[in-house]
């Protein structure tokens, strides 16, 4: 099974943010376990006897809020970028994959800039999944795993309508399940999809590619086309 773990960063109501970014992580199932250890380690940093209450969350841990204000800046930093360093680039040889759609809530006009990013990266990964059993007989489904939202029934709904009415491109015919809605808290690759998002989020709200220039080779791409990566900002 291959798991594609998503977030969004930026708020879609919010007037003040010009972007919605949704992102995470595709991960064979069997390395997951592994991805998690090496986040587990580093939020180790931060409460050495429970590694697991500590939630590596790229706004609080950026702003210092939810408690993270106790720790210095360089620290929390340090973590977020090692993270994504050691989370998604430091597996990249091993099939670890990034996506990601960024929006720019201008460009559309009476579309919900949720669906839409769902709609591309739905797509995107399920051709992924196409391409790897074409070139390696990998036949294996894919599931999408979402941090607990407001949006859980209607992104349920659409991968539905993909299934069986078909979107933009045709219709998905790789999946194992309905998108899966989880506790970010519960689970390390949620919030490894997380520091994806506002990775994309601070580079295309704030020009800042701190973060994002960590992982930027890791988004999916085959024949030096990225097709991970989905930006509409005109």
Known sequence: MHLLYLDESGSVPDPTQRYFVLAGVAVFERTAHWVEQSLNQIAARFNSHHPHAVELHGSPMRSGREGWKAHPLPDRTQAMHDSLAQGVAGFHS?????????????????????????????????????RLYAKHNDAQRGIILFDKSSTERRIQTLAREFKYEGHTWGKTRNYAEVPVFLDSRASRLIQLADLV??????????????????????????????????????
């Open 94 to 130: 091993k099939g670890v994959r990034a996506f990601g759609a960024v929006i720019r809530k201008a460009t559309l006009v009476g579309e919900d800039p949720v669906e839409h990013a769902f709609e591309q990266l739905a797509s995107r990964f399920d051709r992924y999944l196409q």
């Open 197 to 234: 998002a506002f990775a994309l989020f601070r580079a295309y709200e704030h020009q800042d590619e701190t973060f994002l220039a960590t992982i930027r080779h890791c988004f999916d791409a085959e024949g030096g086309q990225v097709h991970g990566l989905y930006v509409k900002d005109a």
